[in-house]
């Protein structure tokens, strides 16, 4: 692997199921489930470990991020969370619409988790139905006040799409600065279905901060070597927001994230729909594991994110 470039953080994605429908991830109401190659078996909690524990061993991770799909439908995610703990892994994030965060949150804080990152694409019930195609948004803010009430950190990411949610982006800001959770807006990637058309609902960072402009005053802060979000504070306030804008502001050149989806491939890069299967490899074998960890690695961009057709909910975020 190259020296200078390393992966530091993992995003597992514990299954590709999901109980909503974003119009930014799949393509109608039934969603989209990847078919696994040659009749493949999601991960068995054991096998999790395993591939975490050998994974950890080989790159000293810093970080560990659930994701999904929905990483809460993940029936064993509380065993999980405590078995990357007991690793010494002490940074485990994890990445929910929060349906049903509510029942789960005190459970997962205690297993370990230390970040919850909740999507949330509107406040407006209906704008929220639009953009997940479910009726779902109290439930989901019911997690959010019950994580947020047990101290756990938070974000909120908002995928904002020209057309369809851009007038969520101030009352999103809004509630940030009332419940002090810093909201993180997202351009559109290209990815799955709208891989080839994301322009038509692409919604440009520069368009955010200027809608922003028109009531607060922001200021930009420095950003944080391999962070995906650049961040502003709201004048007179502690209170910042981000951008995570892979299209205006491209990060790839220092990303060090790793993913691991729920049949054990490995990927460098969202851009590659093609995983390097661990499962191929020896978990013991110390060169074979190395092998597939420098194939990842060649996945990687060096200047800008160009998309795959492969669905988010297949590879989390």
């Known amino acids: 692997m190259e020296e200078k470039r390393q992966f530091k953080k993992l995003r597992i994605s514990l299954t590709d199921t999901c109980n909503l429908a974003c ?30 524990e050998t994974l950890h061993t080989a790159l000293q991770l810093e970080s560990v991020r659930l994701t ?73 803010l019911e997690g959010i006040h019950t994580a947020n009430r047990l101290g756990i950190p938070m974000k909120i990411n908002a995928v904002i799409l020209k057309g369809m949610n851009d007038n969520q982006v101030l009352p999103l800001l809004n509630f940030g600065r009332e419940t002090g959770i810093p909201v993180r807006f997202l351009e559109l990637m290209r990815m799955g279905y709208l891989h080839h058309k994301y322009a038509q609902y692409f919604y440009p960072e520069k368009e955010m901060l200027q809608l922003i402009e028109r009531t607060f005053t922001i200021h930009p802060e420095a950003r944080v070597a391999s962070s995906t979000a650049n961040y502003w504070k709201l004048e007179g306030t502690h209170y910042r927001f981000g951008i ?55 996945q990687k961009q060096n200047v800008k994110f160009v998309g795959s057709e492969l669905s988010m909910q297949y590879l989390g975020g």
Do not use: W
């Open 23 to 52: 119009t930014y991830c799949v393509e109608d109401e039934k969603g989209h489930q990847m078919p696994p190659e040659n009749g493949a078996k999601p991960l068995t909690l054991n096998e999790f470990v395993a591939t975490i």
């Open 68 to 140: 999904g799909g929905e990483p809460l439908l993940y029936r064993n995610i509380v065993p999980l969370v405590a078995a990357i703990k007991a690793m010494g892994i002490s940074n485990i994030g994890l990445t929910t619409n929060a349906y049903y965060l509510k029942s789960l949150a005190a459970k997962l804080k205690r297993a370990g988790v230390s970040s919850i990152n909740v999507s949330l694409d509107a406040l407006d019930a209906a704008v929220f139905k639009t953009m997940t195609r479910k009726p779902l948004l109290e439930k989901t």
């Open 244 to 298: 995570i804008a892979n299209e205006s502001t491209p990060f790839c050149a220092d990303c060090n994230r790793l993913r691991l989806d729920s049949y054990g491939n490995i990927y460098g890069c969202i851009s590659s729909a093609n995983g390097v299967s661990l499962k191929n490899a020896t978990l013991g074998n110390k060169q074979q594991v190395q092998e597939s960890l420098v194939k990842a690695m060649q």
